[in-house]
């Protein structure tokens, strides 16, 4: 999302309300739009992990950074106004910071992938006790070793995992255009899918989820991997490749033990809908 959208407000405004009703909140806040911004799409990647090196690190802090600063000022505005509607007029507030340690990926078949990473532990008593003290828990895709290095996450891996160590009944991911399944043959809405199906999907479009945090895209040319600039013949449009993807990161957190997951569009009221109507 683009920070001068209304879209991004209303999406906080959202989430605040989902706060103000009970829900315990874990964000993940994401940079990969704005790191392919400022590279033009342009980065080494093999096998649908994207190597991070010290510059693109740099580029990840920076934007991560930003990327936190923004989602803490909306949303601890959205909690504020929210928040003096409850008893007490109690505000609620934004905790940020080390709640996941990271490990590197390595060598693998000879590539070196610097400073890319996977989750290596999730802190969940500490998220807990941010939950206990009724405030939401944000985190960025930069982990941190034991010993202080920090490596570059998969936004999606990294919800999967922390969902699923929560043991959350939830997990939702946002698209970043509405999109919609039809069944091919009847070409009725498909608003729910079966474990089984969405795996079945996932091998049809040769989608594979490594549960070290990437996703490789396997068309007839080779493996491609999960940026947007990957192209199989049956994923040509960005958009559906990206839907396609969260399918598959939801399959790993409810293989995780997450009771449910969900993929909408960050439209204002989609998440209310989603959750609370009989319509979502």
Known sequence: LEWSDNTFRDLMDDIALTWLLGM????????????DKRLENKR???HGICVTDSNILRLVKEEAGYVR????????????LHGGLTAGNYDGNVVSGNFYSAQPFGVLEGID??????????????????????????????????????????????AATVAGALDASKIIF?????????????GKLVQNMRLRDVQ??????HVHIDKRGFAVLKGGDG??????????????????????LKMGWAMKAVEQGVKRAHIIAPTQGSLLQELYTRDG
């Not at 315990?24 to 790191?35: E, M, N, P, S, W």
């Not at 079945?200 to 479009?205: E, G, K, R, V």
């Open 69 to 80: 600063f923004e989602v803490e000022r909306q949303l601890a505005r959205s909690l504020r």
């Open 174 to 186: 946002f698209t970043e255009e509405e999109m919609v399944l039809k069944n091919r043959n009847t």
């Open 223 to 244: 493996e491609k991997g999960d940026n947007n600039s990957a192209i199989v013949e049956k994923m040509d449009d960005p958009n559906r490749m990206d839907m396609i």
């Open 44 to 46: 080494e990647e093999h």
């Open 113 to 158: 992938y610097k400073y890319t990473g996977f989750v290596r532990r999730v802190e969940v008593e500490k998220i807990r006790d941010v939950h206990r003290s009724r405030d939401i828990c944000l985190l960025t895709t930069l982990g941190v070793s034991p010993s202080g290095e920090v490596f570059n996450v998969n936004s999606e891996s990294l």
């Open 200 to 205: 079945n999907l996932l091998t049809y479009s």
């Open 24 to 35: 315990k909140v874990t964000l993940i806040a994401g940079c990969r739009h704005q790191i």
